[in-house]
């Protein structure tokens, strides 16, 4: 799978935060991640906040633009 941003800006990342962001950044919704991952819509988003965090961002939109 073709990634739209470098594998670098992942370190210090969980592997299952790593998945969040990779289905994120492809526009999955926090739900669609959810079902494919087998997680809680919660448990998404308490992933995604550590995603957000780790990159300084406070949403969806700033975190995909931050990553290109």
């Known amino acids: ?33 959810g079902d494919i991952l087998g997680r809680s819509v919660h448990t998404i988003h308490h992933h995604l906040a550590a995603v957000f965090k780790h990159f300084g961002v406070h949403s969806k939109h700033k975190l995909i633009a931050k990553l290109k």
């Open 1 to 33: 799978t073709t990634r739209p941003y470098k594998k670098p800006a992942e370190a210090g990342l969980t592997r299952d935060q790593k998945e969040v962001l990779h289905s994120i950044a492809q526009g999955l919704s926090e739900e669609e991640v």
